[in-house]
């Protein structure tokens, strides 16, 4: 039934045991090599929650900066058209008061005024 093992360079259960010793060696090396991926896994993960912490913080910053930019803006637009309007409120006075102060006239306004001088 076996092959004749008498002619095997080294007895049959001393193969057998090196055989299962290498197996089991590489067995070892791979549960090992598993724990120290575990490990790092781990080491990684407190990382990107150190990582995750720091963005959402720079996120934080990064808002409030836009809100301080965004009021700023909002403040220079009104300042922009009170400025605007003050600047058009004269040239329209001017024009309800005949035109002259600031060298506006209106359409016919020069001949009507002389009509109406004595």
């Given amino acids: 039934m076996y092959p004749n093992t008498a002619s095997l360079p080294v007895p049959l259960p001393t193969l057998f045991r090196s055989f299962i010793g290498v197996i089991t060696s590489s067995m070892q090396d791979a549960k090992n090599d598993i724990s120290d991926e575990a490990a790092d896994d781990a080491a990684d993960d407190d990382d990107d929650e150190d990582e995750d912490e720091v963005?959402?913080?720079?996120?934080?910053?990064?808002?409030?900066?836009?809100?301080?930019?965004?009021?700023?803006?909002?403040?220079?637009?009104?300042?922009?058209?009170?400025r605007k309007t003050a600047a058009m409120?004269?040239?329209?006075?001017?024009?309800?008061?005949?035109?002259?102060?600031?060298?506006?006239?209106?359409?016919?306004?020069?001949?009507?005024?002389?009509?109406?001088?004595?």
Avoid: N, Y
Avoid at 55 to 69: D, N, P, Y
Avoid at 107 to 117: C, E, F, P, V, W
């Fill in 55 to 82: 963005i959402e913080t720079k996120l934080a910053e990064l808002s409030e900066l836009m809100a301080r930019i965004t009021d700023e803006v909002e403040a220079f637009a009104q300042l922009e058209k009170q």
């Fill in 89 to 118: 409120a004269d040239p329209l006075a001017a024009l309800v008061s005949g035109g002259r102060s600031v060298g506006i006239g209106v359409r016919g306004q020069a001949s009507a005024d002389k009509k109406a001088a004595p």
